[in-house]
């Protein structure tokens, strides 16, 4: 029977469905190998081709890991908690929960048609009540956590009580708030439950603090940085502005160095590792104080200083300004009556930003004169303060020193303000004008650092800031605390209720805490987060909970730990598995979560560790990034009248140069090798049910254009289409064909044949004219033995450096190589099944069931072992002229001498045949390359 792929995929599913051929379990009779995908997002529009490339890959990896003794833990679910539901609930009053459950659907029917090896039996889905009560009592334990900067790790709290019964604050060394008390033992002990109670949430993981946040009005709620594009919400396009809430964070910051070092430690990709690198910013520089110029207007601030973070203290002698963030908590109290107009417009204009606007932004001057001034503490100047939106507030102590002559930013911004620019050596120049007195230019003298290097003038500076209690020699990190809220209905609840104003958590044994039922799914009219419209849902029927959900990062920062215990009930895996599983040993996914989800995993992985509950340090061994398949667009020209306006004439895209035309997207799926079906065209295009085409050789050929795949450029190629009509082997084997994976490409279905014909020629070489099957028991030749073990050696290879898309083509050169031998041979046959299976799984269950393997399936066959020896050449074609003319190639053994290879040439019968009974005058024999017969 010829190649009947859809019964023969649909039989397999079912197959692997109901045996549950992929379910992992802990064997300890073999190595472990763990295959992960990043876990999607279950969107209304299902997967297109591009989403399902990554997964392809790592179905590959896992299929071949089994055939070669691993025990391979492959798992699949949702980060199911998410705008999009929410945004649709908003639109409609659909529960989010509905919505979820019916994309997830569409999703697992599409998976599964595509024939992937997953262990269905651990789903997890981050929206379900089973999944997310681990998600929060991990927020219990970082509530209940500091991290202790003596042991390098965080503990939990109560070692911290037990510092402060036994000998006060004062020697605490901890990653916390900086406001927080000096206190003796004596002190500890006489305040009240609530004053002890808030100055632990100063030292906890987790903690309330008021922060400047990117607020989007539109969607009613706080997003992250990676959320936020060009001032306006990626999800919907929404203007987000700066505010400042009170919100939940997470001490990432205490992890900082580790999150730094640990990048040395996996096998990422260096782009990856660099942004993260950069996302933690890692300086080593100085804290430096700046005495605020005390007036009768600003004697009420509560400060008496501004601390600067610099990396060049020795550039401290030419500080002509300094400069604060617009969001500044001291910015009110510092700025004049004179200036408080000016300064109040500018913060109202710096809301507008988002905070990534205002880092990328490097050509836009700014800024507002506060009317204050503070006091170089090396050099006694008089130095204005200013507030400037390239300055965070949440990054370093969110104030900045001006060094006009050091730095291009500075610079521009003195000069835009005619501010007075300070010419000033740094060490090095200081040395540079010593040894060269003729060297131009007005220098401020100094002073203290003169003959000094740079090193020794950065320590000298160091310790004089220190001893003169001005400063300190500091390491600083760009990365900020994570925000860690959202003022939404669809997310985690927060296990946190509210006692006179202050935050406790929930007993353990009441999680989960489940997210109640609501009218609406939109803010309070009097501005709350959308639980305040739960009714009756409080704590003991009188404490409030918190109204904020957790951030969508949550649930999928530490998943793949629950996929290796998905059903436990106890704990959120067990110890067993955890020591079994251990970590992922490859993980597939998209680089444009670097610093968003990637970051964060490690944090909490590094959390769990401190705490003894997971045993690696990190969670991800090695990442691989997928390119994106973009999309292959295909338009039509619209011919375009004297006036300017659209007619209903079409023109083909090779004749459009005679009219004026504009150009229309057209659905892709009713285009085939770029040709128009015209009837499919005006069902698509009603407006064009009368329109005139006019073509070119009796075809209507549309344009080309590679962008991004999107249902608005009607490029977007469902998977369902392709398999039905080529089946779910072909769609894999012609995704990875493409191209390289860590490569964008375009999507073009006119290549999907080729893919499909080898599959089919693939099939025939095991039925005979007929279709009838077909293999023989005979002893295989050694021509289909080289074949064969050149297609072993050559996928193995390929599949264990993760390049796919070679190994495609050489299965069509081997397959080629033995329809030409006209192979049956079981054994060579058999294995070739093997060693294609992990690419076009479908047909090779099938082929290997019709070879006699009665027992199932071949998922955990031993993967064919390579053997060199068949690659070695021993024999040469060598080509037989007959004068002159090449007449046959005759297999000789290279071991043969000149007069050997002559006799054994004269003997053949074709050639007797071509010398037509004469003997030839001369016999020419070049060995390994050729023999010529004179006659």
């Known amino acids: 029977m010829d190649y009947q792929f859809k019964e023969i995929e649909k039989k397999w599913q079912e197959f692997w469905a109901q045996n549950q051929t992929f379910k992992a379990e802990q064997n300890t009779s073999k190595p472990k190998f763990y295959v992960l995908d990043m876990f999607p997002y279950p969107s209304g529009a299902g997967l297109h081709v591009g989403h399902p490339l990554g997964y392809i890959a790592s179905d590959i990896f896992s299929r071949y890991k089994r055939l070669k003794g691993f025990n391979v833990l492959h798992p699949m679910g949702y980060d199911s908690f998410g705008l999009p539901a929410e945004q649709y609930a908003i639109q409609t009053g659909q529960h989010p929960a509905i919505t979820t459950e019916a994309n997830i659907n569409t999703y697992r029917r599409q998976l599964d048609q595509i024939g992937f090896s997953f262990d269905w039996s651990r789903e997890v889905r981050t929206s379900e009540a089973g999944y997310y009560k681990w998600t929060q009592w991990i927020f219990m334990q970082l509530f209940n956590s500091w991290y202790n900067l003596e042991t390098g790790r965080a503990e939990d709290i109560t070692t911290l009580i037990e510092k402060f019964n036994a000998s006060g604050s004062a020697d605490v060394k901890a990653v916390c708030d900086e406001d927080t008390k000096v206190f003796l033992p004596s002190d500890w002990a006489t305040m009240s439950p609530e004053e002890k109670q808030k100055e632990l949430l100063k030292y906890r993981m987790t903690y309330l603090k008021e922060s400047t946040v990117n607020w989007c009005p539109a969607l009613g709620t706080v997003l992250a940085n990676d959320e936020v594009k060009d001032g306006f919400s990626e999800r919907g396009g929404y203007p987000v502005e700066q505010k400042k809430m009170m919100q939940w964070s997470m001490r990432i910051s205490a992890y900082a160095e580790r999150l730094l070092q640990g990048l040395n430690t996996i096998d990422w990709p260096e782009p990856v590792k660099e942004m993260q690198r950069n996302w933690i910013g890692k300086s080593v520089g100085a804290s430096v104080k700046f005495n605020i110029e005390k007036t ?18 020795d550039t401290i002698f030419g500080v002509s300004y300094l400069v604060l963030a617009p969001e500044h908590e001291l910015v009110a109290g510092l700025t004049s009556p004179e200036q408080k ?80 620019i300070v010419q000033v050596l740094d060490a090095q120049q200081n040395l540079e004008l010593q040894a060269d007195p003729t060297k131009e230019g007005k220098y401020v003298n100094s002073g203290l650092i003169n003959g000094m290097n740079y090193q020794e003038a950065i320590n000298f500076l160091n310790q004089w800031l220190e001893d003169k209690q001005a400063g300190k020699a500091k390491i600083n990190y760009r990365m900020r605390d994570a925000i860690f809220g959202r003022q939404r209905y669809w997310g985690e609840p927060i296990p946190v209720y509210f006692k006179d104003g202050l935050p406790y958590l929930i007993k353990e044994e009441e999680l989960p805490l489940l997210l109640p039922e609501i009218d609406k799914y939109l803010p309070t009219e009097t501005g709350e987060p959308p639980l305040g419209r739960a009714e009756g849902w409080n704590y003991e029927d009188k404490y409030e909970y918190e109204l904020s959900t957790m951030p969508g990062w949550a649930g999928s920062s530490w998943y793949w730990y629950r996929y290796m215990d998905a059903r436990n009930q106890e704990e959120f895996a067990s110890w067993e598995a955890i020591e079994y599983w251990k970590d992922v040993d490859l993980y597939i996914g998209g680089a444009e979560h670097a610093t968003g989800h990637l970051l964060y995993s490690r944090f909490w992985n590094k959390f769990l560790k401190d705490l003894g509950y997971v045993q690696e340090e990190e969670p991800f061994k090695k990442l691989i990034n997928q390119g994106m398949i973009q999309g292959r667009s295909n338009f039509v020209y619209r011919v375009i009248d004297e006036q300017g306006r659209g007619t209903n004439t079409l023109v083909s895209h090779g004749l459009r140069g005679n009219y004026k035309t504009s150009a229309l997207h057209v659905d892709v799926n009713i285009v085939e090798n770029e040709v128009l079906n015209i009837p499919k065209f005006k069902l698509f295009r009603p407006e064009f049910k009368d329109a005139e085409f006019i073509l070119e050789n009796g075809k209507y050929l549309c344009g080309v254009e590679v962008e991004k795949m999107s249902k608005s450029k009607f490029n977007v190629v469902n998977p369902d289409v392709l398999i039905e009509n080529y089946g779910a082997d072909t769609l894999r084997m012609y995704e990875m064909f493409l191209g390289p994976l860590e490569q964008s490409k375009p999507w073009n279905t006119n290549g999907i044949e080729g893919v ?69 041979n079981r054994q060579v046959l058999e294995d070739l099944v093997i060693v294609l299976s992990s690419y076009a799984p479908h047909i090779c269950e099938e ?89």
């Open 341 to 420: 107009e000016a300064v109040e417009g500018y913060i109202a204009q710096t809301k507008k930003k988002s905070e990534l606007d205002r880092m990328a932004d490097t050509k836009t001057v700014s800024g507002a004169f506060t009317g204050s001034y503070v006091v170089n503490p090396v050099s006694g100047e008089r130095i204005p303060l200013w507030i400037a939106d390239y300055v965070l507030a949440g990054y370093g102590t969110g104030a900045v020193m001006g060094v006009p002559s050091g730095d291009q930013r500075d610079w521009a911004f003195a000069t835009h303000f005619q501010l007075p």
């Open 296 to 313: 009768a207007e600003n004697a009420g601030v509560p400060a008496n200083y501004i601390e600067v973070f610099t990396t060049r203290v």
């Open 756 to 824: 499909f014909k080898f599959l089919r020629k693939f099939w025939r070489l095991f039925h005979n004219e007929a279709w009838e099957f077909n293999v023989t028991d005979t002893i295989p030749h050694k021509t289909e033995l080289k074949a064969l073990h050149k297609i072993i050696k050559k996928v193995q290879d390929d599949i264990e450096r993760f390049s796919f898309n070679t190994s495609v083509s050489s299965f069509m050169i081997a397959v080629n190589e033995l329809t030409e031998l006209k192979c049956k």
């Open 847 to 935: 082929l290997w069931m019709l070879l006699g393997h009665d027992a199932g399936t071949l998922s955990y066959a031993a993967y064919p072992v390579f053997n060199p020896a068949y690659l070695v050449e021993d024999e040469f074609s060598y080509p037989v002229s007959v004068n002159g003319k090449t007449r046959l190639n005759l297999n000789l053994s290279l071991a043969l001498e000149a007069k050997e290879i002559e006799e054994a040439v004269l003997a053949d019968e074709q050639v007797q045949k071509y010398l037509e009974g004469k003997t030839p005058k001369k016999v020419i024999v070049v060995k390994g390359r050729i023999v010529n017969l004179v006659v």
